[in-house]
């Protein structure tokens, strides 16, 4: 399977980063995880049909996380294609409501079946003859006070698992280190906890490579980068600061990043 970082910024988009939104293309198939703004346009740029799009998994309602939402339900549904189904999976039943309102504001419908909704709970949220995608939750809003769900994700398909960490707790105190209980990869955010506190835990967890993502201002640039790699340098096991455009490709015993240009 391989992964494609579209957008990897924090909360705002920066000069060099657009907000989080992470392609998985399996088989025939494409799923996102995350739909910051502008999704549909990277989909563009890199040549990613929309008819291909299965599923799209939102880890939580925050802007930067669903903002181009409208904008890929638009695009999906402008040009459609016998077959065409695309799943958006959202963590709150409040948020269909907002989609299909912006959607109304801006006259824009489509076929029956076409784009669909579907709230997601713990445990499994999708399996096909590709993969298999299971939501568990983090606590990520805590940070603001506040109860609301928010959810990462394993993925399966290919012979390897990925863990999906969406955005975490403040603390780390979240981190999905159960899901370690055999080797996995992650994809794993590095805005809202010291990364310092982070690398002790990660240290032992059967990790088979970590490309971290939704990426600080603090890691950005030239000296960002330097201090992040001297941060993560002694991890055991291969470390990506990911920026966008960039891919991850994992077969059953081997994960090959290039860089999208």
Known sequence: MKFTTLGTSHGEPTLTRFNTSTLLESGDAAYLFDAGAPVNALLIRHGVPFAKLRHLFVTHMHEDHIGGIPGLVKSFVKYPVPGQRLVIHLPEREGIDAVLGFIRATHRGWPEGLVSFDVIEPGMVWEDGDVRIRAFPTRHLENERQAFPSFGFVIESGGRRVVYTGDLKFDFSDFPRDEFGSEADCFCECTHFPLERAVELLAGLPIRSMVFIHVADRWHGEEGEAEFRR???????????????????????????RRCL
Do not use: I, M, W, Y
């Not at 291969?238 to 920026?243: G, K, M, R, Y």
């Open 231 to 257: 941060l993560t340098e002694k991890l055991p096991f291969p470390v990506s600061l990911a920026h966008d455009g960039d891919e991850f490709v994992f077969q059953e015993l081997s994960c090959e990043r």
